[in-house]
């Protein structure tokens, strides 16, 4: 039994959808069907959930919005059009958005319930589909098939209580095409999972019903070494670690919403990322165990939007607490942080440069400086990660030497080195101007020149 789920691209028009139901068509152990919201039709095309949100702040400002709702039922009308399916679907969708516009609830909510329809349609019409070819497939809306979540608006985490219920579906004869992205609580509330989430979906849907693989179906082949945009022709990656996957999509790697294998890791399912427009590619295989190679680095993600709060005090290591401090001044001001990287005397906290206004830069170095007393503080701006990943990669000789050369061949200053104990990863931070330098660079010593 697979569970299949496809992404935006996979959905984006009536040929995209075909191409899903040939693919559904010829394994019958696809019994599971996840799907995203219609994206991008070209590269200058708008996401279909990014329309939907444009709608809603309109909407919801009581300011007119008729012209943002055609262009959402156009592309819809569209995908109808090419798959022939009953255009009545259409008065369905239309229905559903006006509800959510006019209903009551708190514009929070409505957004999350307006964002769901991208999915909930996509789900609708490839379920129409995949009967139309002669397949015995039934649309199933999350709240039925037992994804239950916490009441969290735009970042809804599954309950536990999910997976049993999920498992009942197992039973059911026709291939069910569930909506990513979204869920409901106990109360009956729809919640969406934060941006990206119907990988999470997917992979909750997989490890509920106990899938003997999870297919991931999007627009490349396999992962790669590297960011093909930045590398040329990078070489693929056939058989990845939870962990190392984990690592790469934090780190930049588009593919995988980072939070979206944790169910199947959990339960050992096997994932396998493949390619709608080339299925029969063999793509790349997620594992919780692989044998380990002297060549352990198997791939190098960057990402920039980083900022380093560095701060500095004689003495520090004696002064108990100082971190814990530190910490807790970001926690009241809802900043979270990426790493914390320390010496004797100083401590860095990497931060996200979308949590960081200059509003909110000034109020914690205040803060800092009145409750900490430090000798020195600073903000360094416009920083980029590096992560060399690999399993084994701390107990395997010259890799922190071979990506350091690597760097100075570039011209390429570190601006700070983080190797945890995970065994998986050691990152970099650099200056972001040097990130096309430095990413060929790390290639060329890891996987060859080209």
């Known amino acids: 039994m697979k569970v299949a789920k496809f992404g935006g691209s996979s959905v984006a028009n009536g040929n995209q959808i075909e191409k899903i139901g040939a693919i559904i068509k010829s394994d019958p152990q696809r019994r599971f069907v996840v799907v995203s919201a219609p994206g991008k039709r070209h590269q200058d095309d708008t996401k279909l959930t990014d329309l939907l949100i444009q709608l809603g702040n309109i909407a919801f400002q009581n300011k007119p919005y008729m012209d943002n709702l055609t262009v959402i039922m156009n592309r819809f009308s569209e995908i109808v059009e090419e798959l022939k399916i009953s255009p009545s679907i259409l008065d369905d969708i239309r229905n ?198 002297s060549k352990c680095v198997v791939g190098i993600a960057s990402s920039k939007g980083f900022s380093s709060l560095y701060v500095s005090k004689y003495l520090m290591n004696r002064e108990v607490g100082f971190g814990r401090k530190l910490l807790q001044i970001l926690e009241r001001e809802n900043i979270s942080f990426e790493h914390a990287p320390s010496g004797i005397d100083e401590m860095s906290v990497i931060i996200r440069n979308s949590q960081l206004s200059a509003a909110k830069e000034e109020i914690i170095v205040n803060k800092i400086k009145d409750e900490l007393h430090p000798d020195r503080i600073t903000f360094h701006r416009d920083l980029a990660m590096i992560m060399i990943v690999g399993e084994g990669i701390v107990s395997t000789l010259g890799i922190a030497q071979k990506a350091t050369t690597a760097l100075t061949d570039a011209h390429v200053n570190i601006e700070m080195i983080n190797q945890g104990s995970s065994e998986v990863s050691i990152m970099f931070g650099i200056q972001s101007e040097g990130l096309d330098r430095a990413i060929p660079s790390l290639y060329n010593a890891f996987f060859g020149s080209k």
């Open 96 to 293: 559903n958005i006006q509800a959510i516009i006019d209903n009551n609830e708190s514009n929070q909510m409505k957004m999350d319930a307006l964002k769901s329809i991208g999915e909930d349609s996509s789900a609708k019409l490839v379920s129409e589909y995949l009967k139309i070819i002669g397949l015995n497939a039934r649309y199933l809306n999350p709240q039925d098939a037992g994804i239950i979540v916490s009441n969290e608006p735009g970042n809804a985490q599954i309950l536990p209580e999910s997976f049993s219920e999920l498992y009942k579906l197992r039973q059911y004869d026709e291939i069910a095409v569930i909506p990513g992205f979204f869920g409901f609580t106990t109360e009956g509330k729809l919640m969406t999972f934060s941006r990206g989430g119907s990988d999470i979906t997917g992979s909750i849907v997989a490890a509920g019903v106990r899938a003997e693989l999870y297919e991931n179906f999007t627009d490349v082949d396999s992962v790669y070494t590297v960011n093909p945009s930045i590398v040329s022709n990078p070489k693929e990656i056939t058989t990845l670690t939870y962990k190392e996957m984990r690592e790469l999509s934090y780190a930049g790697f588009s593919v995988f919403h980072d939070e979206a294998l944790i169910p199947a890791f959990q339960r050992k399912i096997p994932v396998c990322i493949k390619n709608t427009n080339n299925p029969d590619a063999p793509g790349t295989m997620i594992v919780s165990e692989k044998n380990r190679s």
